[in-house]
């Protein structure tokens, strides 16, 4: 779709005119290229859109002579709206899984996480080789697990509950767990319940503890 406007916009600017060719100065229609560039850009590194090369449509345009300048907007203006759009429905999907895979990824070492549209979420080692879940440790699998669910689970909200959430992860992982669910519930529609016997997590957290006794008949 882009190279028939590119193509259009080439035309208008090889052809002969009686105004002098000039370089326009940025107006609002190459800014909101320049901007949506950008953001095309942050879809492909998921595959959720194509890259745009609005940079690219910018410069032709600065070739556009004075007298094809409304013209040639006006068969821009369709097409950069329709792209407006379609950003605009992609920004939450990718808010979303850039906050899973940047998070999850900050927990890894000599491993990546990987999201596709193609592929979907794959793990793989440093030297790009993927690996199954089994290959994972436990305390790795315990966090990718839980993570994705509080993806998913985020948008309808809720209560969300983990018994011992710190089996299987080291004291550093501990420390840094809660904070990393409260990222992730980026819609702020989650409430945590967590049961845990981590000194890790109580110390950091002292204002959200609640203590649980047993209850005896007296």
């Known amino acids: 779709m882009q190279s028939i406007y590119e193509d259009l916009i080439q035309r208008f600017s090889s052809r002969e005119s009686d105004a002098q060719i000039v370089n326009l ?11 949506l560039s950008d953001a095309y850009d942050r879809f492909f590194l998921y595959g959720l859109a194509p890259k745009l090369r609005g940079k690219a449509l910018v410069t032709l345009l600065a070739r556009i002579g004075l007298s094809e300048r409304k013209m040639v907007e006006e068969i821009l203006q369709p097409y950069v709206e329709s792209l407006t759009e379609q950003a605009n429905s992609l920004e939450k999907a990718y808010y979303v899984i850039d906050i899973l895979v940047s998070t999850v ?4 070492h000599d491993k990546r996480l990987e999201f596709s549209v193609g592929e979907g979420l794959v793990v793989r080692s440093k030297l790009g080789d993927v690996l199954e879940p089994k ?6 699998q315990q966090l990718l697990l839980l993570f994705c669910h509080i993806t998913m689970a985020h948008d309808s909200g809720g209560i969300f509950i983990v018994d011992e959430p710190e089996i299987s992860l080291n004291i550093r992982w501990q420390r840094r767990l809660v904070d990393s669910l409260l990222k992730l519930d980026s ?3 989650l409430q945590f319940i967590l049961a845990s016997h981590s000194m890790e997590i109580l110390t950091q957290h002292r204002d959200s503890v609640v203590t649980l006794k047993e209850l005896t008949n007296e």
């Open 25 to 35: 100065p940025l107006d609002e229609l190459k800014e909101k290229l320049l901007s």
């Open 105 to 108: 990824n900050s927990f890894l």
């Open 135 to 140: 290959d994972l440790s436990s305390g790795e």
């Open 187 to 189: 819609a702020k529609n």
